[in-house]
């Protein structure tokens, strides 16, 4: 019997379990699809996009799955008469909320302003989310009433949520904070343009607290590197943030699609008395970047690409609520802080950063040396 070479798949030995078990899953979905496509899977299973590309490859070379117009299916087929994909909405794909003629108009404006944004650097382990899906954001905001009138603060804002929320021109006022100068700039630019209530502030988040901002905000939003010291010290910052009453309102984004889940995130939220009051999985889908591609991958892309809007992974979003337990809580202490995995990675070898390589060695550059110079103060 022919099996899958998973150093094929993976780029580090701790991804090996995780793959073994996205390798069921896959089979799973496709059985229950019937008929699937590589960015559904990307989309609703779970995984990277270039591992989920090389392990469709392995599948497709031990003779697991047929591709036929990229359109993949099993070879055995087993036939389901409860197909996921007639039980799943078609109007929200799962995620909630659908556009109106408001809300698609705001999507039209986000993914012009989409086009100049700055590309995204490694160095502040940035991840951009797609451009819909800063839209849904501030779309479940508003169902949620946590828009009309709310001083909302973002935290950390690569992804543009500040100026999809400014759009709706209903919010009270919206307050960036950011350590990059690119970003911090090209918000307040496009805000000044488009007449929005956004400022966005440099900050090094792990050096200094914005304390001017404190108890002032009704709302806050942040999506932290997924691991726990990110989470903590961005979800502390935005709590520091909040009025001091309970019932306060976080929005954050964790679990992502190519990690395993742990119960860190949730236990920290519990250790603040904050209450998950929503959690919807695989609404927030980060764009697609191909700089992080290599050449066999971008062929294997080739095989699989159907046309349809790209990804890279999903996480889910999460409401919380402060409590009267919240209200005491001890701040995470930032000197814990330790980078993200494509920071540490991009350090190593920062010929290999997004932003770098599109030509803003400068830039990035001038970012590495400032971080090295705070660390020996
Ligand atoms: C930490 S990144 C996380 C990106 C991504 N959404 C993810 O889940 O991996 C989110 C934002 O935080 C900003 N950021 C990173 N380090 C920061 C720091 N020390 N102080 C303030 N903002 C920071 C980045 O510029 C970016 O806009």
Redesign the pocket.
């Known amino acids: 019997m022919k099996i899958i070479q998973y150093d094929n798949v993976i780029e580090n030995e701790s991804e090996r379990d995780f793959y073994i078990e996205t390798h069921k899953k896959i089979l799973d979905f496709i059985e229950k699809e019937g008929e699937t496509t590589f960015w559904k899977i990307v989309r609703k299973v779970q995984g990277s996009d270039r591992r989920i590309l090389r392990l469709l490859n392995e599948m497709q070379l031990i003779e697991e799955i047929k591709i036929e117009n990229k359109k993949i299916s099993l070879i055995n087929k087993k036939d389901h008469s409860l197909k996921s994909k007639d039980i799943f909405c078609k109007n929200c794909e799962g995620k909630i909320i659908q556009f109106d003629e408001n809300w698609l108009n705001i999507l039209k404006k986000m993914k012009e302003i989409y086009k100049n944004k700055p590309t995204p650097t490694f160095i502040?382990?940035?991840?951009?989310?797609n451009a819909k899906t800063t839209v849904r954001r501030a779309a479940y905001l508003r169902y949620k009433r946590d828009l009309i009138d709310k001083e909302i603060a973002v935290?950390?804002?690569?992804?543009l949520t500040s100026i999809a929320i400014g759009l709706t021109k209903v919010a009270k006022r919206v307050v960036v904070?950011?350590?990059?100068k690119r970003?911090v700039n090209y918000i307040n630019k496009v805000s000044e343009e488009q007449g929005l209530n956004v400022k966005a502030y440099r900050?090094?988040?792990?050096k200094q607290i914005p304390k001017e901002f404190s108890n002032k905000f009704d709302v806050f939003l942040t999506?932290?590197?997924?691991n726990p010291d990110?989470f903590s010290l961005?979800v502390s910052i935005g709590l520091r943030l909040l009025k001091k009453e309970s019932g306060c309102v976080g929005y954050v984004?964790f679990f992502?699609s190519h990690q395993k889940e742990e119960i860190d995130f949730q236990k920290i939220l519990t250790d603040w008395g904050l209450i998950i009051t929503d959690m919807i999985p695989k609404f927030t889908e980060?764009d697609f970047v191909e700089f992080t591609y290599r050449d066999k991958d971008k062929e294997l892309l080739k095989k699989f690409d159907t046309g349809e809007e790209r990804l890279s992974f999903t996480?889910n979003i999460t409401r919380f609520i402060t409590s009267e337990d919240t209200l005491d809580i001890q701040y995470f202490n930032v000197s814990h802080f330790s980078p993200?995995k494509?920071t540490q990675r991009v350090l190593e070898n920062i010929e290999k950063d997004p932003a770098y390589m599109k030509g803003e060695k400068e830039f990035v550059l001038e970012s590495i040396k400032e971080m090295e110079l705070e660390n020996e103060t």
Do not use: N
């Open positions: 502040y382990d940035q991840r951009p989310v935290i950390g804002d690569d992804d904070f950011d350590i990059d970003l900050y090094d988040l792990t999506d932290p590197t997924p990110c961005f984004s992502p980060y996480e993200g494509a």
